[in-house]
């Protein structure tokens, strides 16, 4: 089975500050790991993936996120925060793209 | 080139009654997945379907159900409608059962 902890249901941080969205995983299998941004009323769109290789991935929107296997880890960052950021960011795990296992959310708030 | 659509995007019902709800996967896409997301958790996989035929289910009770029709699109019903079912229902295509997901813009059901 697999899990997602995403620690924090909201984060705050001001404009031009740096943005940092924790995940946590736990597979029994090599994940694929995902990062997808929802605004509200809208769907899901797809910020983000790590499959294989490169363990720092670069995704839309200057964010991108660093695959820790000894970790467990798939945290989000970006280093300047816009305003056009605040939505709710979910981090997800699959074991190959097929089926998605979601965290619960991360609500990210920016103040001018 | 279209997205993945939904119909309709909100609707009321009452509990006890049953809901059907459309999607149409991006053009080329043969497997679509549908996700439940209550208010305030990430989506919770229900479903995936390829090729017509059920290649995955997620811990949900028998009122749901899906099909997938020759055009790829797909229904999601659900049955003897609870309170608790009320959620955005989120609707996903991909080429292949283990390529990338697209979400739709979600129907928003609310049960009273």
């Known amino acids: 089975a697999q899990s997602v902890t995403q620690l924090g249901s909201h984060v705050s941080v001001s404009e031009g500050a740096l943005v940092l969205l924790r995940c946590n995983y736990s597979?029994?299998?090599?994940?694929?790991l995902f990062w997808y941004v929802q605004y509200p009323n809208q769907g899901l769109q797809l910020l983000l993936k790590y499959t294989t290789g490169a363990t720092l991935v670069k995704g839309i929107n200057g964010f991108e996120a660093e695959f820790k296997k000894s970790e467990t880890s798939f945290h989000l960052t970006k280093p300047s925060a816009h305003m056009s950021d605040a939505a709710e960011y979910f981090c997800?795990?699959?074991?190959?793209?097929?089926?998605?296992?979601f965290g619960k959310g991360t609500m990210l708030l920016v103040s001018p | 080139d279209a997205g993945v659509t939904q119909s309709p995007t909100h609707l009321i019902k009452t509990r006890g009654q049953q809901v059907t709800l459309r999607c149409s996967p991006i053009s080329g896409h043969k497997s679509v997945s549908w996700y439940q997301q209550v208010l305030g958790q990430g989506p919770q996989f229900i479903f995936q379907y390829y090729e017509k035929e059920e290649r995955g289910r997620g811990n949900f009770p028998d009122r749901f159900s899906a099909r997938q029709f020759p055009n790829y699109s797909s229904e999601l019903n659900v049955n003897a409608l609870l309170l608790g079912d009320s959620a955005l229902y989120l609707c996903a295509s991909s080429p292949g059962p283990t390529t990338e997901a697209f979400f739709g813009q979600g129907t928003r059901l609310t049960v009273v």
């Open positions: 597979s029994s299998v090599p994940p694929y």
């Open positions: 997800a795990v699959s074991s190959g793209y097929s089926t998605l296992t």
